[in-house]
């Protein structure tokens, strides 16, 4: 096979796993702010990428409180439902909450 080929057929399937294969996992640790502003914030949420791969995770803490944030490019709260069942399972309570936007500018199609 030509070496033209084989890099391109490398990058389709390059391309082909970020798209559709990977997902971004990051652990940000604790969320602190100065002790100044700490009435003022009850909570914080985060904004992960989600056009380019099909979920993002965020674990954080904020106020002793560990925060599982998951970004997907669908409204199937499939996943998202089976991690807190799997959590309440092992005893560790959950809360879900749903914070749906509209995908504005970039739809993770455009590179370059």
């Not at 084989?6 to 294969?21: A, I, S, T």
């Not at 502003?37 to 791969?53: E, F, I, R």
């Not at 749903?98 to 500018?105: D, E």
């Amino acid at each position: 096979m030509p070496l033209d080929e084989k890099c391109v057929q490398g990058q389709k399937l390059c391309r082909d796993f970020v798209l559709e294969d990977s997902f971004l996992i990051t652990n940000v640790g604790e969320f602190k702010l100065p002790a100044c502003c700490l009435p003022y914030v009850l909570d914080y949420g985060a904004v992960l990428p989600s056009a380019a791969q099909p979920f993002a995770l965020l674990i954080s803490s904020y106020n002793g409180t560990m925060k599982l944030s998951i970004a997907q490019r669908d409204h199937d709260l499939t996943v998202v439902s089976d991690l807190a069942r799997s959590l309440d399972a092992l005893g560790v309570h959950t809360e879900t909450r749903s914070y749906p936007f509209a995908v504005t500018k970039y739809d993770g199609k455009r590179c370059g």
